[in-house]
């Protein structure tokens, strides 16, 4: 599989499309034209016998604008698009999120706005965080590499079913991505660490061998798998 090129909708704003561009263009090649469907798109093209061409999909938002999003039907509406399109979406959401923030009339805590990134999810679009522009260029180029790999789902056989209901689901779901973790130790960590940010910012710090049953071996495909990803 081969990506010739990232292409940014030349209407994005705050970061402009010409600022986002040049953040993607430090890493791969990428230009401004218009989309059909999200702000930033690629297509992964088959070079190989047997392999398929996939269209890939990012709608990138601001917290505020993804909570309202959800509310206002827009979110869903780019899923439908992207599916029409035969495409695989993502959503990317920019920013810090602060312990509690005020949007509207509602107040939004960190475990508030972590259940509406899981209802997100539990629609079937994928989440991405990012923290700033050059940060948003890095995690695109980084899910343009992972899309020209062969796709493993969340859900196949071999990985843990997560309870539907379960507290905090969609980071136990992505720790359980992670080589040699397994659901119990991804309930440890994410007990201890509270977000995946700081899981893997104790991975690369070394401290997540404190954790009963991850070995320091362990520790170190974790890092390399990490590594590779971002």
């Known amino acids: ?66 909570i309202n999003s959800v509310r206002d039907g827009r979110l869903k509406s780019f899923i439908e698009k992207a599916h029409e399109l035969q495409a695989h979406c993502y959503l990317m959401v920019e920013g810090d999120f602060d312990s509690v923030v005020q949007y509207g009339e509602r107040t939004w805590t960190f475990d508030s706005f972590d259940n509406l990134l899981l209802s997100v999810q539990d629609m079937g679009l994928p989440v991405v965080r990012s923290r700033s522009i050059h940060h948003s260029a890095k995690r695109i180029v980084s899910l343009a590499h992972r899309s020209m790999r062969p796709r493993r789902a969340l859900d196949t056989p071999g990985l843990p079913d997560v309870p539907s209901k379960e507290p905090h689901r969609a980071a136990i779901r992505t720790l359980l991505t992670y080589p040699g973790i397994g659901i119990v130790t991804a309930r440890k960590l994410n007990e201890q660490y509270g977000s995946i940010d700081n899981v893997n910012e104790a991975f690369s710090e070394g401290d997540a061998v404190r954790i009963r049953g991850l070995a320091e071996p362990g520790v170190k495909r974790v890092c390399r798998h990490l590594s590779d990803t971002n």
Not at 26 to 49: K, N, S, T
Request: proline share 3%.
């Open 1 to 66: 599989m081969r990506i010739s090129m990232i292409h940014v909708d030349d209407r994005e704003q705050k970061p402009s499309s010409a600022e986002m561009v040049r953040a993607i263009q430090e890493h791969m090649p990428a230009r401004i034209d218009r989309q059909d469907c999200g702000d930033m798109a690629w297509v992964c093209q088959a070079d190989r016998d047997g392999e398929k061409s996939s269209r890939h999909v990012v709608e990138r938002k601001s917290i505020e604008d993804a």
